[in-house]
Structures are given as C-alpha cells and as structure tokens.
DNA sequence: GTCTATAATTAGATAGAC
DNA sequence: GTCTATCTAATTATAGAC
C-alpha cells in the first residue's frame, strides 16, 4: 500500500513518504544500536523494527556505518537544542544547579546517549574519532566556557569534572533494566528522574 | 609444540597444561568482550588474541555464553577480593573517602567492568539477570552496610548513589581512547588516575 | 520508492585427525 | 589437549521486479 500511495500521489506528497520512511528508519536504528551496540544490532532488525525491509536501508542510507552517523546525528541534535535553550538569570549557582538537572533530564530522556559514547568511545577506531569530532567537542567546549564563567574549576580538573557529571548523571538511566532488577526503583519514572537530578546537582553544587 | 609438550609430560604438567590454556582464552575473552560487546566479539578473534584456535573454546567452555560468564567471574572476582581488602581505624569519614579512591583505582584498573555493566545492563535478558543476581547484587548489599555506617544516606536514595558513584567513578576509564582524543589527558596515567580519585572522593564526601 | 531474491562473508558449533 | 575442516545459520550489500 505505501507504494502504491507513493506512486500515485503528488511529487511533494512522494517526498514525504521518504522523509516518513527515513526517520521511521533512523529511529528503530536509535534503538536497536543502544540496545545492541554496532555489531550486534542488524540491518534486518532494524528494518523490521520500522515497518519494512533491509533493501530499503541500503537504498536510503548507503551502507550500515552511513546509518549509524545518522542516528548520532539525530541523538546529538537533540542535546545541541536542549543545552542551547538553557535559562539564566537567577544567582550563577542555582543556574549552574539547574544546568545540571537539566543535563540529567536529557539523560533520562535519552539514554541511548551514554551507550553510544560507551560503545564508541573504547576502540580507537574511525566512528570513535568521528563520534568526537564531530558532536562530542562541540559540548564540551560549551561546558568548558559555562565552568569557566561560574565555578572558577581549575582548567586541568574539566576532564574529570566532565566525565564524573556525564557518568553520574546518566549510568542509572542507561541501564534501568539492571537497576530496577537491583534495587526495584524503575528509573524512568517522573519521580526517580527528578530526585536523580536533584541528587547530581547537589553533588557537584551543594 | 604445544601439543606435543602436553602429550609427552607428566599428567600433572598436563593439567596445567590445561589450565594454562583456560586462563589465556578468559584473558583475551575479557578484552574482547570489553571492546566489543558479546555480539560484536567472536570466538575466533578471541581464539586468535589467545594464541590458539576457535575449536579449543568450544572443548573448553561448551558455548560462547558460558565463555563470557567465565570472563565476568574472573573480572568480579577481582573486585571482590579488592572491596574486601579495604581498610579501617582512622576516622569513618576518612575511612570512606580512602574506599571511593580504592573503588576509582579499581575501575581504572579494570575498565571492562562498566563496559559489561552498560552492555548488558539494557538488556532485560538471561545474562543481564544472571550477572545481577550472581554478581553486583553482594556488591551493592556491600556498600549498603557501609553507607548506613558512615554517613546516613537515607534508604531511598541508595540507588541514585550507587549509580552515581560507579558512573562517576568509572566512566572516564571506560572510555579512555575517547578521553585522550578529546581532552588530551591519558586516564591510564598514574598521576590522572590519583587526581579522578581525589576529585570523585571530595566530590561525595567535600 | 518499495520489496524480494540472492551473492559473498562471517558467525558459532561440531567431527574427527593427531 | 590441540588443531583443521566443515556444517548450518545469519550477516551486509547488491540486483532487479514492480
């Protein structure tokens, strides 16, 4: 049936059809690349996770790496936007305090994020220095202008702090299966996502 | 050679022999594993890091499965015997920075081990309960007992620590090749390895 | 555009020589 | 015990029908 609609429709209306197609595509692809990691994920599964059939990734995306840079890029689009619209005003600590927060609700939201990081960031391979180059440096770039503003961290403890806020912040959420079998609280409810960020905040601003 | 030196000993120099050989392949399934997931690490590369062959895996361990939770024993056992060499006296809250710099020099040691944990943690299947139940389990009751000696965390939010400090803790290890490109900090030198702990260990207990 | 069929690799597990 | 050869199944990428 959508070939048929696809065939038979407007120009723009076809046009649609493949944007629908791709982000159907890319989106299963986010999944089952966080649950599965590169290798373990195929191109058949995600395909049938979308609706339709591994021809039609080869046909859209060229090969599986191709894929796989547009689910980053989808994922790291979303934390560009989140992290641009962050507030200010208020005192520099509380708006340090909800930065955070803010950056642990994006984690709850989208834990996919730590995965892709965890299951790159070990092989120093081509998507590795890709994945940095390209979505990774920009944020901490921007981390590194926001501590310098309010904190007053020395320059030589950004790696620390950064890594110690990503990991403290989003592990729970990366692996809420394991933690809610471990300590029966499911982590993605409303309540958990925000005693976390209170928790981190805290933490690093108390 | 191998072979014949087995085949010609004594029945003792046989066996190990035979234990020699486990121990190798469990060494090279723990990197493996580590760097590519249990999909993404096959038998034969793991044979081949060992120096021997994939039909030896199979006479050795049976599956690829049994294979992976021989490595994670391994890896577990050595945090085990770790945590339970932790020292006391001083005063307690001394006593439990000096235990988050030992579990920060741990995970430096050993960053396979967030690498299992975020690679099966997502996954609601066999091995994710398997390695709950067999081994984070007694850790996480281990540093319940500490936590309600020391410093009063409340009950509630034991599993926001627990998360927090393994994430933090960890994180920057695991993914080391991406730290270095990133930040120009090698996490595997001893000096940042003393510096994570310092920070991590102030960061919980200012 | 979408789908089916298939080619070329590669996977884990097995069988049997030594 | 160790190794080579092979079986069956699954993988990505491609070709071509519609």
Redesign the interface.
């Known amino acids: 049936m959508p070939a048929a609609k696809a065939a038979t429709a407007a120009p723009h209306a076809r046009a649609r059809q493949r944007e629908a197609t791709r982000e159907r595509i890319v989106a299963a692809a986010i999944d089952t690349f ?7 994920a195929s191109t058949r599964e995600i395909a049938r996770r979308a609706g339709t059939n591994q021809g039609l990734i080869t046909y859209h995306f060229r090969s599986k790496d191709a894929l796989w840079r547009a689910a980053v890029d989808t994922i790291f689009g979303w934390l560009e936007s989140e992290w641009s619209a962050s507030p200010s005003g208020l005192d520099p600590r509380e708006t340090a305090r909800e930065a955070i927060r803010s950056w642990v609700r994006f984690a709850a939201a989208h ?1 996919e994020l ?2 892709f ?8 391979d081509e998507r ?2 890709w ?2 180059e390209t979505h ?2 920009p944020r ?1 770039a921007d981390l590194a202008s926001r501590t310098n503003e309010i904190a007053g961290l020395p320059e ?17 959420f ?6 809610r ?3 029966g ?1 499911d ?1 993605t409810r409303e309540e958990a996502i925000e ?2 960020a209170e ?2 905040a805290r ?2 601003l ?1």
Not at 163 to 169: D, E, I, T
Not at 174 to 179: G, M, N, T
């Open positions: 966080a649950e599965k990691g590169f290798r373990g834990p730590l995965r990081m965890v299951n790159e960031g070990r092989e120093s590795m220095r994945l940095v990774i440096r901490y030589a403890l950004l790696p620390h702090f950064f890594y110690a806020l990503v990991g403290a912040g989003s592990l729970i990366s692996v809420a299966p394991e933690c079998r471990l300590t609280l982590p005693t976390h928790f981190v933490l690093i108390p």
